[in-house]
């Protein structure tokens, strides 16, 4: 499962690409926590597949809480009309698939 989620983490950074600019020139630092939160998640997941369980555990916990994160500050920007509903879905379907596999990877 976790190389499974590793790719889709990936999948989430290239449906934000488009998001991005947008986010950006309204307002530049949710921009640049989206980005952080979203890379975090990749980052994270790419640690745990090395780490030694309980540091496997604690990474897994904390991309599950990055994604988490992309998603609020998708959610941010779509009520502050940042963005449209729509320009968020691809991203925010991604995340609602990895969010439960990130759960079940840092309970075992």
Do not use: C, H
């Amino acid at each position: 499962m976790a190389l499974q989620v590793a790719g889709l983490s990936f999948q989430v950074i290239e449906a934000l690409r488009s998001v991005m600019p947008k986010v950006k020139r309204r307002e530049r630092a949710l921009a640049d926590q989206l980005t952080r939160a979203a890379s975090s998640i990749a980052l994270n997941i790419a640690e745990a597949d090395l780490s030694d369980p309980g540091n496997q555990r604690a990474r897994f916990f904390t991309a599950a809480g990055s994604a988490n994160e992309t998603l609020a500050a998708l959610k941010v920007a779509v009520a502050w009309g940042y963005i449209e509903s729509e320009d968020a879905e691809a991203a925010s379907a991604l995340l609602e698939r990895i969010l439960p596999m990130l759960w079940k990877l840092s309970r075992r």
